[in-house]
């Protein structure tokens, strides 16, 4: 039998509370039924039928006292109700009802029981579902979004900056690959680990750096994506605690974000690293950001790219000012980095390194065959660096001219206004 709360609480106190448990509750919610339906599309359709009934009911019966339970039983109701409707007696969805049945049976009379299912395994199926690489990196993102934030469609498609109808057909699209593809809902074998673990962490903080510096629009950063990346990366650090990548990219966002309130002025300008308040900087979260990259490192095995930068990270974190910063270490750590990945952006992020530590002469060098290569044309940060290594040399001239053309390769407004400033400031430097 249902509890009903007993404390008194208006219709609009409801509706607040069931959309606070929706955003908790519904990744843990689908991926209890995807597991039960094998299908995630499906999945999402009852959990939202929970909701809608919950909407309807609670607001005149109360609130469950176990509201989590009396969502999942809803839910699995309405799937019994659908295979029974639909006739599904052959095969697969025969065994499925019956699995269902079984559970309803056993589970009547006590609500609680439904809360006893192993949600963590499912969880972590579904995040590697919705990160799963037959999808779309655009795909990837907002079904993660969807299926593991509770972010509702218009939500994500703000966030991104697209239609809200472009970013519905992306959901549905993916759900379609997915069942077409017919991926099961099972976590990777052992020989898939590694490459799909990958693609997770990969759309992780791809969240999180579109909310702590977003490729486009009047906002120089948007922090509830970086919010929701982070709250999905310590969910997948306690689900996979074994993964020293995880713990590093837990790590590193935690350091970053750590930041957040010192990016930013008082008009919403964007505030660079060197520059920034320290005061302002979040120690709690630079705490737990080292303690991840502690817990990663002890796990003994030879650090990867998350780990790597997330050490970065901490070097600047454990510095009290700027000028305390360990420049020489930092740039040994992207030495390292740099081996690992051969990425043109890491060894962008050395030459800065190499400038700080041993003169802006040195990084401008390591520049150059960044710009002979071509690989980094249309990044922007490109010829940002080499404006600001120029201007520090007293060649001004030639640093307002990178200054404008970063200004004219970013699509971010905040970024841009930034970048003409600089480049103006160049100009009166070279008349003066």
Known sequence: MRVVSSVAMTATDVHRTIEALWRMESARLIAAMARRVRDVGLAEELAQDALVSALEQWPAAG?????????????????????????????????????????????AGSIEACAEDVIGDDLLRLIFIACHPVLSTEARTALTLKLIGGLS????????????????????????????????????????????????????????????????????????????????????????????????LVSLMEIQASRLRARVGADGEPVLLMEQNRALWDRLLIHRGLLALARGERLGERRGTYLLQAAIAACHARAATATDTDWVNITALYDELARLTGSPVVELNRAVAVAMAYGPAAGLALTQPLVDGGALESYHLLPSVRADLLAKLGRYEEARDEFERAAQLTQNMREQELLKNRAAACRRARVS
Request: neutral net charge.
């Open 63 to 107: 609130i469950p006292d176990n509201p989590a339970a009396w969502l999942m039983t809803t839910a699995k109701n309405r799937a019994i109700d659908q295979l029974r409707r639909r006739r599904m007696l052959e095969g697969k969805h025969a065994l499925l009802g019956h699995e269902l049945e079984r559970e309803q049976q056993l589970s």
């Open 153 to 248: 469609t218009a939500e994500i498609a703000r966030a991104f900056l697209v239609p809200e109808a472009t970013l519905a057909q992306r959901l549905v699209r993916a759900k379609r690959v997915l069942a077409e593809r017919e991926v099961p809902f099972e976590l990777p074998r052992r020989e898939q680990l590694g490459a799909r673990l990958a693609s997770v962490l990969e759309v992780i903080y791809l969240i999180f750096n579109e909310g702590y510096s977003a490729t486009a629009g009047a906002d120089w950063m948007r922090p509830a994506l970086c919010e929701e990346a982070l709250r999905i990366g310590r969910i997948l650090a306690e689900l996979a605690p074994g993964e020293s990548e995880v713990h590093g």
